[in-house]
């Protein structure tokens, strides 16, 4: 009889240890993800520029990014400026990439201007 049950036994050991394994891995994909929303970036908000989470960052918000900060979403760029931006977090590639602001938006420079594209 014992030969009927050691593969049951087997198999709820590596059962176990797969699903311990798995809710490592979710704790540490949690608070990789709390860590990333708790970080902050300035919205415009009330025609400034305000200190907001990026858990609080919303679709069609204006978020200005200076040089050496973490964008928190895909974005367009409305800056004429040249950027070099690292997409590791997206593609994987750690390789600094230009990217470049629309034509249509090349001369919208100051908060005020952007204001009309929130509306």
Known sequence: WLGKYSTFFTFLLVLAFVALREAYEDSGRHFSDSELNNRTTRALRDQKFVQ???ADVCVGDIIRVEGGDWIPADMIMLSPAIADMQTSNLDGETAFKPKRGL?????????Q??????K
Not at 113 to 118: K, P, Q, S, T, Y
């Open 113 to 118: 201007d952007m204001i009309i594209l929130r």
């Open 52 to 54: 907001i989470k990026w």
């Open 103 to 111: 034509k249509s938006t090349l001369e919208i420079l100051k908060a």
